[in-house]
């Protein structure tokens, strides 16, 4: 069965850094884009991140580009989001997804709260 797990959210302060990680399971993994997503309270989700199926791609919202960083390890099927200077509007639920021909599939998604 085809699964994505995220991790790693906290309640951190401003200008702290958090590391996500997405684990992927039952799919062939390194075949997949995989693109990390965020919804803030009372917010549509809105796009974060993403990486190509080999790691050699990426682009970013223009809201994180220069502050996260996102990554791929292929062997161990996990992606990582590294999230550097938060801020308040980072605050929301972090969610993993891959996509590709073959399959589109979703975590349920890691809590970040930056808060003084």
């Known amino acids: 069965q085809a699964q994505l797990v995220e991790s790693g959210g906290a309640l951190v302060q401003p200008g702290d850094s958090l590391k996500l990680s997405c684990a992927a399971a039952g799919f062939p993994f390194a075949n997949y884009v995989l693109t990390w997503y965020r919804q803030s309270p009372g917010k549509e989700r809105k796009f974060v991140a993403t990486i190509s199926s080999g790691g050699a791609s990426t682009y970013y919202a223009d809201s994180v580009r220069g502050r996260f960083v996102i990554s791929r390890d292929n062997v161990k099927n996990t992606s990582y989001l590294q999230m550097n200077n938060l801020n308040y509007e980072d605050t929301g639920v972090y969610s993993c997804?891959?996509?590709?021909?073959?399959?589109?599939?979703w975590g349920q998604g890691t809590q970040v709260t930056v808060s003084s």
């Open positions: 997804r891959a996509f590709a021909e073959g399959g589109d599939y």
